[in-house]
């Protein structure tokens, strides 16, 4: 199952541009994630966001959470050709003393030298 | 960082056979360890989360009987696919948490490592 969604499906951008790529999704959350995947590669862990934060940063990425509209959006500044990947965010929760990590439907970004 | 292997990275068999996939914790101890799958340019969906010492917990629409997941120790989570078919063919990702509490000074660390994957195809 799906928490939720990822827009755009797919972003193609000049290297230097910025990037923005938003989530939204539907429960309650504990935590927040976002991860990029290279194509047919694992999963490398970006940032996490707690429920109780509105906004982080690490090194060219930032990190939002609106809790009140289920979304956040995350920032890729001065792209590069490397950051091209596939983006998802991923929410945690936990229901009935059960932990969960749900993925969102992803991002496409191309970032053209 | 912590690690998690799979095993094998790839596997290609025939169909009607079962197909195991393995996932380790190397360097720490996963209560819990979840399976994913992900078709061609699409998201990874949960299958199941296997607890250590007792039954997985199956997602809805995932068949227990097809894909059958065992984590008989804090390290290790195996799925079977059995009786593969082609529709099986897809991109298996594990993945364990590791939950400890800290020192002294208190707080905790709740982190899911992801392992690098097993693309498995079935002819």
């Known amino acids: 199952s799906q928490q939720g969604e990822e827009d755009p499906q797919a972003l193609s951008i000049q290297e230097g541009e910025n990037a923005t790529m938003n989530c939204s999704y539907k429960t309650s959350i504990n935590n927040l994630q976002w991860y990029r995947q290279n194509s047919g590669r694992g999963l490398v862990h970006l940032i996490l966001i707690r429920s109780n934060e509105r906004e982080k940063h690490s090194g060219r990425l930032r990190v939002t959470l609106d809790t009140s509209k289920k979304s956040s959006s995350l920032l890729i500044t001065a792209s590069r050709a490397a950051d091209t990947a596939s983006y998802f965010c991923?929410?945690?929760?936990?229901?009935?003393?059960?932990?969960?990590?749900?993925f969102g439907s992803g991002t496409r970004l191309l970032v053209r030298p | 960082g912590a690690v998690v292997s799979q095993h094998p990275s790839w596997v290609i068999c025939k169909s009607g056979t079962s197909v195991k996939i393995e996932c380790r914790s190397l360097?720490?101890?996963?209560?819990?360890m979840f399976w994913y799958r992900q078709f061609p340019k699409q998201s990874l969906m949960l299958m199941a989360t296997s607890n250590e010492g007792s039954k997985a917990t199956y997602e809805q629409g995932v068949e227990k009987d097809k894909f059958l997941i065992n984590h008989a120790s804090l390290t290790l989570s195996t799925l079977t696919v059995t009786s593969a078919h082609p529709e099986d063919s897809s991109f298996y990702i594990c993945s364990a948490r590791e939950w400890r509490r800290g020192l002294a000074g208190g707080g905790f660390t709740d982190t899911q490592y992801f392992g690098p994957g097993t693309r498995l195809t079935v002819l």
């Open positions: 991923a929410t945690a929760r936990f229901k009935d003393s059960s932990y969960k990590l749900i």
């Open positions: 360097d720490f101890q996963a209560t819990t």
